[in-house]
């Protein structure tokens, strides 16, 4: 098992930046790709990033390349996304994931932090 804790998420102008960061508990951190996706109101969970366990190999949406940097500390186990000329169509609940090395499901997944960001 693994737990996940996301904090960071916060209010923000169209232009501006948050860093959010994930902390991992469990089993080693280090055998783990992670991911951050996020759901708008009213629309499905989609996608944001991912970065291998190693820290690597790094993916992108589309919408956010660019834009956002994904990285990871194994020795803190702790995950980061730095988002950065945020626009309000970013507004959603973030959610920190993780998948087995190798495997590309995610079977593990934080309670979400909240990014709004104003026009």
């Known amino acids: 098992q693994v737990q996940l804790v996301e904090s960071g998420g916060g209010l923000v102008q169209a232009g501006g930046s948050l860093r959010l960061s994930c902390a991992a508990s469990?089993?080693?951190?280090?055998?783990?790709?992670m991911g951050w996706f996020r759901q708008a109101p009213g629309k499905e969970r989609e996608f944001v990033a991912d970065i291998s366990p190693s820290g690597g190999v790094l993916d992108y949406a589309d919408p956010v390349k660019g834009r956002f940097t994904i990285s990871r500390d194994n020795a803190k186990q702790l995950v980061h996304l730095q988002m950065n000329s945020l626009k309000p169509e970013d507004t959603a609940v973030y959610y920190c994931?993780?998948?087995?090395?190798?495997?590309?499901?995610?079977?593990?997944w934080g309670q979400g932090t909240q990014v709004t960001v104003s026009s």
């Open positions: 994931t993780a998948r087995e090395r190798g495997v590309a499901r995610y079977d593990y």
């Open positions: 469990g089993r080693t951190f280090s055998l783990y790709g």
